[in-house]
């Protein structure tokens, strides 16, 4: 009767593996439609090493060895091609030594494609894993190669791939005129809650002039699924983004990162999961953080030494972040919360005095806005700025789900 129970048990484990494992991204997609949107032109391929298929075939090599596909160059966005160039530096024109072909940079001298780069083909393909927020360079990348489409008479293709963040979370305001950057490229939320695919649809419908689109959809992805929902292996998708969880973790403290004034986890084993520095009592901020009882996440007290980055080899307190319940936490808010309690607990550390204020710009640059830090830095009480922060969420999601591809 036991193993009968066991045997039950696990082939429920097996169903629920199996259909989590029915998330076709848009190149394998493709690859049973004999890339029929391919066949007959000259296809160019912006990609980095997430473009992939569930066997990590790479999309790279699935398209040139593809008898009926016509690869002839590769782009790469910030990272590079191949994934071997760290955040923020430049990224060089390169030849792949796999196939032969250039690699030209899209995040060097130029970020968007020129007459000489767009030369060579008829088609762009865009097969790039995103994290699902606005500061995260991936999007600006595919924004660029729409706007060079459009004007050198091309036809984008993108490879579409679930958000990490699922369809539903839409969090933060609209980029405001004056603050757009390559962190902030366009006017959509700081979590704008929509696949790569959905996105373009978006903002080509929002734009002047157009390009012709088109969106490979995937396969049994739907909004309310998270990464690890998907069955999909998670690929680095820049250094300190290495799993998956991490994704859901880069908007929790990532905004306040930009200031070098604690540290979030980069330079220790936890990226984005942490807040801390060496003047913070780790029992103190704790107690006071879970004494807010913000929805679906607990924090726990910790004590860590960064092995690189802000405070290396220096012992930090602080607190590590939980999220328990996923559907209910709000995560870019978490972070101003950290820093309210903080002011609260330590007022002689005022952040925006002491942190360096070189910084406030590319702060602002990655909210979007002034007046966030602006108001914040008045009293450090979230409450001040919540409805800021909020007041396109409900617009944007109406108007962002006409180009929905996925219930």
């Not at 649809?201 to 689109?213: G, T, V």
């Not at 739907?222 to 908007?251: C, F, K």
């Not at 030494?305 to 808010?333: N, T």
């Amino acid at each position: 009767m036991i193993q009968r129970k066991w045997m039950i048990a696990a082939t429920l484990l097996i169903s629920a593996m199996a259909a989590m494992a029915q998330v076709k991204t848009g190149i394998e997609v493709l690859r049973e439609r004999n890339f029929d949107v391919l066949q007959g032109k000259r296809v160019g391929l912006c990609t980095n090493p997430t473009g992939v298929d569930r066997n990590l075939v790479s999309t790279i090599d699935i398209l040139w060895e593809a008898e009926n596909v016509n690869l002839v160059a590769l782009y790469g966005p910030e990272h590079g091609v191949r994934g071997n160039v760290h955040a923020g530096d430049v990224v060089d024109n390169e030849v792949d030594k796999k196939t032969g072909l250039t690699m030209y940079s899209l995040y060097g001298k130029t970020k968007k494609p020129n007459k000489e780069m767009m030369d060579e083909i008829d088609e762009m393909v865009y097969d790039i894993q995103d994290n699902g927020c606005r500061s995260y360079t991936y999007i600006s990348t595919m924004g660029n190669l729409m706007e060079a489409c459009q004007e050198y008479g091309k036809e984008l293709v993108v490879l579409d791939r679930p958000n990490p963040l699922g369809g539903e979370k839409i969090e933060g305001c609209l980029v405001e005129e004056g603050f757009e950057s390559f962190v902030s490229r366009f006017a959509i939320p700081y979590l704008y809650g929509q696949t790569p695919g959905e996105l373009a649809l978006y903002l080509n419908a929002k734009a002047e002039k157009p390009c012709k689109l088109t969106v490979v959809e995937m396969q049994g992805w739907t909004r309310d699924m998270t990464w690890d929902e998907t069955g999909l292996e998670w690929i680095v998708a820049s250094p300190h983004v290495p799993h998956g969880r991490t994704a859901i973790y880069y908007p929790v403290t990532g905004i306040f990162g930009e200031f070098y004034y604690i540290n979030i986890g980069v330079g220790y084993t936890m990226p984005f999961e942490v807040m801390g520095a060496p003047w913070v009592n780790a029992d103190s901020l704790a107690s006071a953080l879970n004494a807010l009882e913000l929805p679906g996440v607990v924090f726990r007290q910790l004590h860590f030494k960064p092995y690189y980055s802000v405070f290396k080899g220096e012992l930090c307190q602080g607190v590590q972040i939980h999220i328990m319940d996923y559907k209910q936490a709000r995560l870019s808010e978490i972070q101003f919360l950290v820093v309210q309690e903080m002011m609260r607990l330590w007022p002689e550390r005022n952040w925006f005095e002491l942190c360096n204020q070189k910084r406030f710009r590319m702060f602002d640059l990655v909210c979007g806005t002034g007046h966030i830090r602006e108001a914040f830095g008045k009293n450090y009480r979230w409450e001040d700025i919540r409805d800021y922060w909020y007041k396109d969420v409900d617009w944007y999601r109406k108007a962002s789900s006409k180009y929905y591809l996925y219930k």
